[in-house]
């Protein structure tokens, strides 16, 4: 901290800056009054208070106007190694004030943006220096804003309060957005003490960044958000990431209502489907502003009865996409969005996203982006023509790859006729795939009509859930055999590497808490595994379901536990093949009539070999809330973090909650944390589920939350195997040890009561994030 003169400047300022060779300030004292000449000071005067005087003696900053000391108070100032100057009380040490509560242009870590509860007050906002060279406030503030208790980050233009710039809507781990934010475990992003309106927006920085503490992040002059650190070999700050970058699409609603900005494409702006522009000549001099209007009505706007009109509306899908500002959140489930949206004749667009839920939008469409990955998908209601049109436009490219795919097909089949002479066309695979051939040809084969008939035409009302590789069917063989079908998606690449995945590995496990596989069906271009049918379900829908939680007792809920735990040490230790599943957690375990469990899904499964311990991937795929530590951050993978899954599953199988939906004094924090807390209090009993509770199982209850607080450890070297953890589970080892800190504590997200009672099941409880959609 010392006195400092901008280039270009003939003033002085009083500054705080990171000690490196090129000046980085972050924060100005008075900022507001520059000097004339080098001979000011800073001290603490007579009342207490931290000042700085100018080479006359006269003050140009102080902290009386900030702080609140008694007349009588003994005070000195401290430059901490955060960067935070602060004011201090000599007897009581209490801080009086803080430079990290009166902020300038920057955000370093451990500085917090919003109106936060502290006694010396946070201010809401960063503000940009005027120019590079003049600190005092320029014209762009950053700032916290709520759309319906719904956080993100906004840049204002402070002359006529215009957004210039926004983060799209927090999801309790990223701004959806930013499409370079892949994870919260990249980009420390916190939003924290959120409550009757109140939020503070802070970051993190994590372990393996603390060599280099010098990141920090800058509101320029020029009005974009800058990250940037300090580079040791060049010697230099280097930018990694702004917020308005292209000078196009990032700016706030460049193309104007009904407009979407794409910057790979060779006009930045084009109108929505079903949009024209509404001034055809501005838009052709590169002035998109006026943005566009609708082609035709919307059915329930349309005042004529003729048969056209009573052709329903539908919806355009867009993905990856920035959605417009100004959504309305509304409680509808995943599944019902669509529809709610179609009843309500003002409802435009929607999107449904974890960890915000249900979205429709009524007024101008504004501020839409198109992103080459990430983003979200949104739902544009059009009426009928606009998709007829589009449905053309669908059967054209229908036919040719029909065409050009029958005949990839027919010069497959006759490679594979030549080889395989009598085999049935449902084995059919390519021919440099052999070993692929010949695991499925020792695989049951189950003809397509056989399936189609089974599944009643794969009829929706067989349909049994869904994800990023297609959908699962309930199905009835002839003989009566209840199956379930696993129906490949034509669209998931990813889908078809789990296909071939799934095949290898569970093919080759036999336990009666694995789920089985009965065999395959992969003709007329389809991929479907064929699965014994499990009658209740996955765990996740009785154990989050407050309607059916109750079928669980706490005796119940102990063999769930142990059975998981079999199964998962089958794969670990006692099949011919060392297997690490990857993606353990509640909607992957399958009930069958006795609620006996079985672990599914293997898509994502590794074969270890025999003298294997650990593995290393650049695609981290998986679910966030159950992940290990060192794979989220880093790709490694074991045994271990197959260990720290089953912990976060043991943990929700007490409590009946899902991760980071418990909540304490208001807010949601992680199930790992709230079990972290009543360790230490000694009070682990508390984690079980209210109405489940039951005295005669107290010590059952507090060894479950032991051994899960042993799984979730921070590091893979601290936790059991679970071989260890069924020994502990059943009292085999009888003194268990003291468990450390678990990772991935002290994360808050929003308050439990700030929605509708019906919407808490589907909102605030729903925190997972796959990095790669599955």
């Known amino acids: 901290m010392g006195f400092f003169r901008p280039e270009n400047s003939t003033k002085y300022y009083v500054g705080i800056m990171f000690n490196v060779p090129s000046m980085a300030v972050i924060w100005v004292a008075n900022r507001d009054k520059g000097m004339d ?6 001290g603490i005067s007579a009342d207490g208070n931290l000042v700085v005087l100018d080479g006359e003696n006269i003050v140009v900053w102080s902290t009386s106007s900030k702080s609140n000391i008694s007349t009588n108070s003994n005070t000195y100032a401290q430059l901490l190694d955060t960067g935070n100057l602060v004011l201090k009380d000599s007897s009581s040490g209490r801080y009086l004030w803080e430079s990290f509560g009166e902020n300038s242009d920057t955000l370093v870590e451990g500085m917090k943006l919003g109106n936060g509860a502290s006694s010396i007050g946070i201010t809401r906002e960063l503000r940009s220096w005027k120019s590079p060279w003049d600190p005092s406030p320029g014209s762009f503030s950053f700032r916290l ?3 319906q208790n719904i956080p993100e980050v906004i840049i204002v233009v402070q002359n006529n309060s215009k957004i210039y710039w926004r983060s799209g809507l927090w999801n309790k781990q990223i701004f959806i957005g930013l499409p370079h934010m892949s994870s919260v475990y990249d980009y420390g992003s916190k939003i924290i003490n959120y409550d009757e309106g109140d939020i503070t927006y802070t970051y993190d920085t994590f ?11 800058v509101l320029t002059s020029t009005g974009s958000y800058v990250e940037k650190y300090w580079d040791e070999e060049k010697s230099q700050w280097v930018v990694t990431w702004e917020s308005v970058a292209s000078g196009q699409c990032d700016m706030y609603g460049k193309c104007g209502p009904f407009g979407i900005c794409d910057t790979l494409s060779s006009k930045s702006c084009s109108c929505l489907k079903g949009y024209r522009p509404r001034d055809e000549m501005e838009w052709g001099n590169g002035n998109w502003s006026s943005g566009c209007i609708r082609n035709a009505a919307l059915q329930c706007h349309r005042n004529s009865s003729d048969e056209e009109n ?10 990856r996409v920035k959605v417009p500002d100004f959504p309305i959140w509304v409680p509808s ?9 179609l009843r309500d004749c003002g409802c435009i667009a929607y999107s449904y996203y974890t960890g915000i839920g249900c979205t429709h939008w009524s007024e101008d469409l504004i501020d839409i982006q198109q992103f080459s990955t990430g983003g979200a998908d949104l739902y544009i209601r059009l009426p009928y023509s606009e998709l007829d049109q589009n449905k053309n436009n669908k059967v054209i490219i229908i036919v040719i790859t029909l065409t050009i795919g029958s005949l ?19 084995k059919v695979m390519p021919r440099e795939d052999t070993s692929h051939v010949k695991l499925l040809e020792e695989l049951p084969v189950f003809d397509f009509e056989i399936i189609a008939k089974a599944t009643e035409n794969f009829h929706s009302g067989n349909k049994l859930g869904e994800g990023g590789f297609g959908q699962v069917y309930k199905g009835v063989l002839e003989d009566g055999q209840e199956i379930a079908v696993k129906r ?13 995945n799934e095949v290898i590995v569970i093919s080759k496990l036999q336990h009666r808490n694995l789920v089985r596989l009965l065999g395959c069906c992969i003709e007329r271009g389809e991929k479907m595994l064929v699965y014994e049918f499990m009658p209740n379900g996955s765990l996740d829908a009785l154990l989050f379901d407050p309607y059916k939680e109750v079928v669980l007792d706490w005796m119940k809920r102990l063999m769930i536990i142990e059975g998981i735990g079999r199964g998962l040490l089958y794969l670990h230790r006692d099949s011919r093949l060392r297997i690490i599943h990857r993606d353990l957690k509640a909607s992957n375990i399958l009930l069958d009539e006795q609620l006996n469990p079985k672990i599914s899904d293997f898509g994502l499964a590794r074969i270890f070999g025999s003298n294997q311990n650990q593995a290393k991937t650049q695609r981290v795929i998986g679910t966030y809330g159950y992940m290990a530590p060192e794979y989220a951050i880093n790709g490694k993978f074991s045994e271990k973090s197959d260990v720290f899954s089953f912990g976060v599953l043991l943990l929700e199988i007490v409590s009946g909650r899902k991760n980071s939906a418990l909540y304490h004094d208001g807010f949601a924090i992680g199930l790992a944390a709230h079990a972290w807390k009543l360790w230490n209090l000694d009070k682990m009993e508390e984690m079980a589920e209210v109405g489940m509770y039951d005295m005669s199982f107290k010590m059952s209850m507090r060894r479950c939350v032991h051994v899960g607080l042993l799984c979730v450890q921070e590091y893979a070297d601290d936790r059991p195997n679970i071989s260890s953890v069924l020994s502990m589970l059943s009292s085999e080892i009888v003194e268990l040890p003291n468990p450390k800190q678990p990772a991935f504590t002290g994360r808050q997200s929003f308050p439990y009561n700030k929605f509708p009672k019906q919407s808490r099941s589907f909102v605030y409880n729903v925190t997972i994030s796959d990095v790669e959609g599955r």
């Open 37 to 42: 000449d080098p001979r000011g000071s800073m």
């Open 310 to 319: 009573k052709k329903k509306d539908g919806f355009l899908k867009l993905q």
């Open 333 to 341: 489930l995943d599944d019902t969005c669509e529809t709610d949206c």
């Open 408 to 426: 990839a097909i027919a010069s497959c089949l006759y490679f594979v006729l030549l080889k395989h002479r009598g085999k049935k066309s449902s």
């Open 207 to 217: 372990k393996n960044m603390k060599e280099s503490t010098k990141l920090h992040y």
């Open 145 to 147: 804003r709520l759309l």
């Open 488 to 500: 490949l998606s034509e669209s998931s690449t990813q889908g078809q590497k789990e296909f071939m």
